[in-house]
């Protein structure tokens, strides 16, 4: 079975913070893994994917089998990366595409 | 290409309604997911198709939830009767190979049920 924890329902960080958001996830072979972005009144679209090694918005996720996790990071928050942000793993073994997406975690960015 | 289109965008009902989520793929996708979204239980999978075929519906809550893709450009959310419980918002996404799988999600269709 597939998993995705992200244990931080809630994160609020100032404006120029560090900002990290966790993402534990369990599958047993080669997953694929993803963020995804919500902001406010807007359609869920994808920020990054680790195969791309890119960094978007000032994001980056490193992938890390050992301890099976893919944190989002930024070094400097903004106030306009307040939104919900949801990690989301495919299976490789999956043929049709599916995704288990987290819980959600909802950042606030303070002024 | 318009993305994923979802209609309508928001509806009111009253319990007991039948209520039909209408969504249109990015064209050339070969796999649509259904989704809905609650405060208390995030974002969760209902049921996805690939090529016009349900894979997996075990995300369906219950026998009042039915859906269909009758082709490969349509495909419908059906709740029949609708209850309160059931208000949240509910997406589409499709997605392709081509497109490294990446899940491009519509609006949304906000349902409220009175």
């Known amino acids: 079975a597939q998993r995705v924890t992200q244990p931080e329902k809630l994160l609020s960080v100032f404006k120029g913070a560090p900002v990290e958001l966790k993402c534990n996830y369990s599958?047993?072979?080669?997953?694929?893994l993803f963020w995804y972005v919500q902001y406010s009144r807007q359609r869920l679209q994808l920020l990054l994917r680790?195969?791309s090694r890119e960094s978007i918005k000032g994001f980056t996720a490193d992938l890390n089998k050992g301890e099976t996790s893919f944190h989002l990071k930024k070094p400097f928050a903004q106030e306009e990366d307040s939104a919900m942000y949801y990690c989301a793993l495919m299976g490789l073994k999956t043929n049709a595409g599916k995704s288990t997406f987290g819980d959600g975690t909802t950042l606030t960015v303070k002024p | 290409d318009a993305g994923v289109i979802q209609s309508p965008r928001h509806e009111v009902t009253e319990m007991g309604q039948e209520v039909t989520l209408r969504c249109k793929p990015i064209?050339?996708?070969?796999?649509l997911f259904w989704y809905r979204q609650t405060m208390m239980r995030g974002l969760e999978l209902l049921i996805y198709f690939n090529n016009n075929v349900p894979i997996d519906d075990s995300g369906m809550p219950e026998d009042r939830f039915s859906a269909k893709m009758p082709n490969a450009s349509f495909s419908t959310l059906k709740i029949q009767p609708s209850e309160p419980r059931d208000s949240a918002v509910y997406f589409c996404?499709?997605?392709?190979?081509?497109?490294?799988?990446?899940?491009?999600f519509g609006p949304g269709t906000r349902l409220t049920v009175l």
């Open positions: 680790h195969i």
């Open positions: 599958y047993s072979g080669s997953p694929e």
């Open positions: 996404a499709s997605s392709s190979r081509d497109h490294y799988n990446e899940q491009f």
């Open positions: 064209s050339g996708h070969n796999s």
